[in-house]
């Protein structure tokens, strides 16, 4: 079991830059997968980056691709997403997940345990 705590979502302009920070805690020591997702008002919630169990491949939605930069350090237990040159289409509530796969894909049902979420929205 592992716990996923996400903070550092807020208000920002469109242009403008946020910074997610994601926490695990309890079992850890196996690692896992990573990945962030988000979810915007009445739509599914959407898959943003992966990072593998090694951390050695990061895949990145289109959407956000050369905007948005994963950071993962096992020795702190975190993993952040840079989020640079936002735009209102990015406003939605930003989810921290956890696979036990070693390369899982952009299915939320590959994702075994979720953070709360934390509200980024962007202003036009």
């Known amino acids: 079991q592992v716990q996923l705590v996400e903070s550092g979502g807020g208000l920002v302009q469109a242009g403008g830059s946020l910074r997610l920070s994601c926490t695990a805690s309890?079992?850890?020591?196996?690692?896992?997968?990573m990945g962030w997702f988000r979810q915007a008002p009445g739509k599914e919630r959407d898959f943003v980056v992966v990072?593998?169990?090694?951390?050695?491949?990061?895949t990145y939605a289109d959407s956000v691709k050369g905007r948005f930069t994963l950071f993962r350090d096992d020795a702190k237990n975190t993993v952040d997403l840079q989020m640079d040159s936002l735009k209102p289409e990015d406003t939605a509530v930003y989810y921290c997940?956890?696979?036990?796969?070693?390369?899982?894909?952009?299915?939320?049902?590959?994702?075994?345990?979720w953070g709360q979420g934390t509200q980024v929205t962007v202003s036009s």
């Open positions: 997940a956890a696979s036990l796969k070693i390369r899982p894909g952009r299915g939320n049902y590959e994702y075994r345990f």
């Open positions: 309890g079992r850890t020591s196996g690692n896992y997968a």
């Open positions: 990072i593998s169990r090694s951390g050695g491949e990061t």
